[in-house]
């Protein structure tokens, strides 16, 4: 289980050759807390995305960690980067196989004693087994993006960001990729989605956010639909 | 052409008949480059990754000059060293002229900027993704580094080879440098140009293939582990 923790984000803004992209936005996140972020194309939401992960810059933020004084964003990069894994809409796969790519991830996590048998595991959480000697930059986009969220399980993150993780996605991949993420939110990780597609999420019982004019918006999520877990697992006769 | 036949011939007998002048000068052309190579990596490869995913302020102007040394003369560069080297120099007072540190000095010189330039093609055409992949998975900075190596090692190893290439066979810079003192700096470049001058071609052309032979593995080496690619760190 993860520990207990709480990122307070406050006035994120962001400006690319002095076009404004965000302004002003704050939220709080915890455990087992999950956003869903829509918004238009260009909106933002990478942005945002990458900034709350300590990858990319911004020009204005202060973060608060679990009740501390607030800080700013770049004196809690390091930290940022430490407990939260930006996972890209075209996850990179590192050359070789998969097990390298599960190796790779295991070897950096110190907190994993038994490395080899903490790779089996994975791989047989995320179904990989059969893909293990395959070169993993030759995987199809769901084969990727299982791979991509079984290094993410084994990294063992406080929060995770996923960039558009459905698309391109069928329905066995986008239902798979449901389990997994459902996974992660019961071991106490906090999971932010930026998606055009937030029914598919509705089984995460996430928060809707909507980034539009470089505000984000706190949105009533649409009725569900068919529920893409329920569909996955009734097609499986589970 | 019965000269290049005959000449070609005795060139071969005089190789594997383990001539030791010749095998000498084989030695020293090759310790001084790969010394020279060495030396010249590890700075090539940071200067390079700086260039290319650094944001500062004379980005653009230094990946400029460093593009603009790589058509700069192997003679200009042994002649600035000379200067700097010879009694008079700011150097002059260690003594370097005519060793073979001052060869690896002019070769260092010379392979620095190519390795930088295509080093620095290549950080640029990786994804970037794999900087920040490797960072995101829980990667310090320099295991980062490594990492990006890694996935660019084909061109990284293209790089090398080239930069190997230019100095192992370059003549101006050694010639003024080392001064082609027998059994101490004449390579083989050097000595091509002085068996030549004096008429020995069979001794010229026995180090010339030495040199193609270089190519050859070089490139096939480059061929072999491209095909492959399943090295691994």
């Known amino acids: 289980m993860i520990d207990s923790f709480q990122f307070g984000y406050r006035d994120i803004c962001k400006q690319y050759r002095h076009k404004p992209v965000l302004t002003d936005i704050s939220f709080t996140i915890g455990n087992s807390d999950c956003f869903i972020i829509t918004g238009e194309n260009g909106a933002g939401k990478t942005t945002l995305l990458r900034i709350l992960a300590g990858i990319e810059r911004p020009d204005n933020a202060s973060i608060t960690i679990n009740q501390a004084p607030a800080k700013s964003w770049r004196s809690c990069r390091a930290r940022l980067s430490q407990s939260a894994m930006y996972l890209h809409q075209q996850p990179y796969m590192l050359s070789g196989s998969v097990r390298r790519n599960l190796e790779y991830t295991a070897r950096l996590n110190a907190a994993i004693i038994d490395k080899p048998a903490a790779v089996d595991q994975i791989m047989h959480w995320a179904g990989l087994e059969l893909l293990a000697t395959q070169n993993a930059v030759s995987l199809s986009g769901g084969q990727q993006q299982r791979v991509a969220l079984a290094r993410a399980r084994l990294r063992d993150p406080q929060l995770l960001l996923l960039d558009e993780p459905t698309a391109n996605l069928d329905t066995d991949g986008r239902g798979r990729t449901l389990l997994m993420l459902q996974a992660f939110l019961d071991s106490g990780t906090a999971i932010v989605i930026s998606t055009h597609d937030p029914d598919i999420f509705q089984d995460l019982q996430a928060q809707a956010l909507h980034l539009e004019d470089q505000t984000l918006f706190n949105k009533k999520a649409a009725p569900s639909k068919v529920s893409d877990i329920a569909s996955y697992q009734k097609s499986r006769g589970k | ?233």
């Open chain 2, 1 to 233: 052409m019965d000269v290049l036949i005959a000449s070609t011939l005795e060139a071969f007998r005089l190789l594997f008949s383990g001539n030791a002048e010749i095998w000498e000068i084989i030695g020293i052309s090759f310790r001084v480059s790969t010394l020279a190579i060495l030396l010249a990596i590890p700075p090539a490869l940071i200067i390079a990754f700086v260039l290319a995913y650094g944001n500062f302020f004379g980005r653009r102007f230094l990946i400029s000059l460093f593009n603009t040394f790589l058509s700069i003369p192997a003679v200009v560069i042994g002649l600035t060293l000379f200067i700097v080297l010879s009694r008079q120099g700011p150097m002059g007072d260690l003594g370097l002229l005519f060793t073979q540190t001052a060869m690896m000095m002019g070769q260092f010189i010379l392979c620095l900027p190519i390795l930088i330039a295509m080093a620095h093609t290549s950080f640029q055409a990786a994804d970037r993704r794999a900087w920040e992949t490797a960072r995101t998975l829980g990667a310090n900075r320099f295991y980062a580094f490594v990492t990006v190596l890694y996935e660019i090692r084909f061109g990284l190893l293209a790089a090398m080879l080239a930069a190997y290439g230019r100095i192992i066979s370059e003549v101006g810079a050694s010639m003024m440098l080392g001064g082609n003192i027998a059994h101490y700096t004449r390579n083989i470049p050097t000595a091509i140009a002085l068996e030549t001058s004096k008429g020995n071609f069979a001794e010229g052309i026995a180090l010339g293939v030495v040199l193609l032979f270089l190519a050859f593995v070089l490139n096939g080496l480059l061929h072999h582990v491209q095909g492959k690619g399943s090295i691994h760190p």
